[in-house]
């Protein structure tokens, strides 16, 4: 490899409320010589996910910030071009944290080998990636088993919609939020939801009260502020909650006040668990072989919404949270 360059997606400022696009910049670099024990890869597909708003603030989380002037990083999907390590070959299919880029060298320790007979090979940043992981993760974390009555919000999004469907192969009785009649379409037609509701159509509480009541056993919050309010409510005695997200407040420069009612959680004496995929790092094996076997055999969709073109990474990226996407958004690679 000579003179390679490729272009990447730099953070320039951190935004303030919603990102904007001038708070990033497409810029052009030249990689290094590839040296023994390296391995360079071209990126096919890359992921856009809301967790990376937190990264762009300067502010101590469980992940450090993004750096200004340096380029972003998540998931990818990648081709190795050459290898200098015994690790890899050429034409090996590699997932990794270095997205926002064309092209990168790495150490094999950073590259995980997968499948190509695994078709869309972007499936790795969905269903079979790190928001399936999520999924399936946030299901185990409280132990959600057969006649359990779930609630899944944002549930057309990457997590929500394979935790529906893994919830639906455990045996439960599964229900789900999103923002628009294709997405319900979507969720009972596709993943199999016995219930989806609009939640812009009318109060939450309502829908949910509607869809289940007796009550719900399980939780399962992408989303927090007035849909978690509302499950407080909904939730049965000794009921679970599994903290994954809160998309409704991610853009906030002032912080959502608390649930009001969040006595309940005296009160029915529910239990709250926070979730963060990294902690399950150790049983990825186990969760390539449960939800890949679910994927082959056809038990499990990975639904994407596709953006083509690292010029256009940004712009995916910010559509998160105007919920333009159904499924997995993914940005494609020319």
């Known amino acids: 490899m000579t003179d390679i360059m490729s272009r990447e997606i730099q953070l320039v400022s951190r935004p303030s409320g919603m990102p904007t696009a001038a708070n990033f910049a497409i810029a052009t670099t030249k990689l290094e010589t590839l040296q023994d024990g390296q391995v360079f890869v071209r990126n096919l597909y890359m992921s856009v996910d809301p967790y990376m708003r937190g990264r762009m603030s300067d502010r101590k989380s469980y992940v450090p910030p993004f750096v200004l002037g340096k380029p972003l990083d998540g998931g990818a999907v990648g081709e190795v071009i050459e290898s200098r390590a015994k690790e890899f070959k050429q034409g090996d299919i590699v997932t990794s944290s270095f997205g926002w880029r064309e092209y990168f060298i790495a150490a094999p320790k950073d590259l995980h080998l997968v499948s190509r007979d695994i078709q869309p090979l972007s499936a790795y940043l969905g269903a079979l990636g790190m928001t399936g992981m999520t999924a399936w993760a946030g299901l185990n974390l409280v132990e959600v088993k057969a006649g359990d009555v779930i609630f899944i919000s944002g549930a057309a999004g990457a997590v929500g919609s394979v935790a529906g469907q893994l919830a639906k192969l455990r045996g439960c009785y599964v229900i789900g939020s999103a923002g628009s009649e294709e997405k319900i379409k979507f ?148």
């Open 187 to 334: 969720l009972q037609e596709e993943c199999g939801f016995d219930i989806a509701f609009n939640y812009k159509t009318a109060p939450i509480l309502d829908q949910l009260n509607r869809a289940a009541p007796d009550g719900i056993d399980v939780y399962f919050d992408n989303v927090g502020g007035e849909t978690l309010e509302a499950a407080l409510s909904a939730l049965r005695i000794h009921g679970r909650i599994i903290s994954c997200g809160g998309i409704s407040g991610y853009n906030e420069e002032i912080p959502q006040a608390g649930p009001s009612n969040l006595f309940n959680m005296t009160i029915k004496r529910l239990t709250m668990k926070g979730l963060i995929v990294s902690d399950s790092l150790t049983r990825q094996g186990e969760f390539e072989q449960e939800v890949g076997g679910y994927f082959r055999n056809g038990k499990l969709k990975n639904k994407e919404t596709v953006v083509v073109g690292i010029e256009h990474a940004v712009s995916a990226f910010i559509g998160l949270f105007a919920g333009k996407n159904i499924g997995k958004m993914v940005v494609k690679l020319d």
